[in-house]
């Protein structure tokens, strides 16, 4: 029978040879910890072919499962990349895993301070892409934030309108060309959709706030001032969330979103 040699994690014992249910294999972790450290650190750039299997099991004086296990946690970050026969490699930039994870925790969260807090990220991140869009000053943008403004006043009803917003927003952040800011704005599209559905059904009055808005975000554009482009593309979230805010303490439920 094998022998398995017992080590102590957080008070419980766990097998030395595999892991226990529902505790982390303690040299796994040390393996992790030591591979994350210098993927992170940008020691191990992206490519970058990991120690075999057999040099840190050595190194360790770890198991195959204990090994096996480090590097799965870190595939699921998306921090490595296996290739069958070769090896494991330090994966490449993956936004789009960024994306997942982020859409996940905007639709699952339901605290008011991190509902608030993804506001405050779309504050930053949508104030920067329009300031990078008033200093390019490209007639092509122009035409792109035109044709998003002319869709939407030609809109028939709320529930388009709605659709069209979103879509405003979301290419202010492609127009930026910074592929992080488009990416977030991807993960957030559900959590910009919390948003409108509930907000829109307050009747025409928010349209045309809205539509007035996001005129002055255009307008700081086409002028090519980024410090007014920023300023009005904060404000308008700003307001929109003031907007949630009171709606959402007239219904008594919803994130409170409270200063």
Same mark, same amino acid.
């Given at each position: 029978m094998e022998?398995a ?5 957080n008070?419980r ?11 982390l ?21 992206a ?8 040099g ?8 195959r499962? #204990?090994?096996?296990?480090?590097i799965?946690r870190l595939?699921g970050?998306?921090l ?5 026969g070769?090896?494991?490699?330090v ?17 699952? /969260?339901t ?5 608030? =807090?993804l ?5 930053a991140i949508?104030g920067?892409?329009?300031a990078k869009? #008033? ?13 998003r ?8 009803d709320?529930d388009? *309108?709605?659709?069209l =917003?979103?879509? *405003? ?5 492609r127009l930026?060309r910074n592929?992080?800011f ?11 959709s919390? *948003?409108?559905?509930t907000?829109y059904s307050r009747?025409?009055r928010?349209?045309?706030r809205?539509? /007035? ?17 920023? %300023? #009005? ?6 307001? #929109? ?7 959402a303490? %007239?219904n008594g ?6 200063s």
């Open positions: 022998r040699s017992q080590q102590r994690l008070g014992s766990v097998r030395q040879d595999g892991p226990e249910a529902g505790v294999h303690p040299l796994s972790h040390r393996i992790e910890v030591y591979l994350r450290e210098r993927i992170l650190s940008g020691e191990w750039i490519g970058h072919k990991l120690p075999s299997e057999a840190l099991r050595e190194q360790f004086g770890a198991s499962t #204990a090994v096996r296990e480090a799965r595939q970050r998306g490595l990349t296996t290739v069958n070769s090896g494991s490699y994966a490449g930039g993956q936004l789009e895993m960024v994306s997942q994870a982020l859409n996940a925790y905007s639709v699952l /969260t605290d008011d301070q991190a509902f608030s =807090d506001l405050e990220l779309r504050m949508e920067d892409a329009a869009l #008033a200093a390019r000053q490209s007639t092509d943008d122009w035409q792109c934030i035109d044709a403004m002319a869709a939407m006043a030609a809109a028939i709320r388009e *309108f709605a659709v =917003d979103i879509d *405003f927003h979301m290419e202010l952040l930026s592929s992080l488009a990416s977030l704005g991807k993960a957030l599209r559900n959590h910009y919390r *948003f409108v559905t907000s009747g025409e928010l349209r045309e809205t539509m /007035t808005e996001h005129h002055r975000i255009t307008h700081a554009i086409c002028e090519g001032d980024p410090e007014a482009a920023r %300023e #009005a593309a904060r404000q308008h979230i700003w307001q #929109a969330r003031n907007r949630w805010k009171a709606l303490l %007239e439920d919803g994130p409170k979103l409270d």
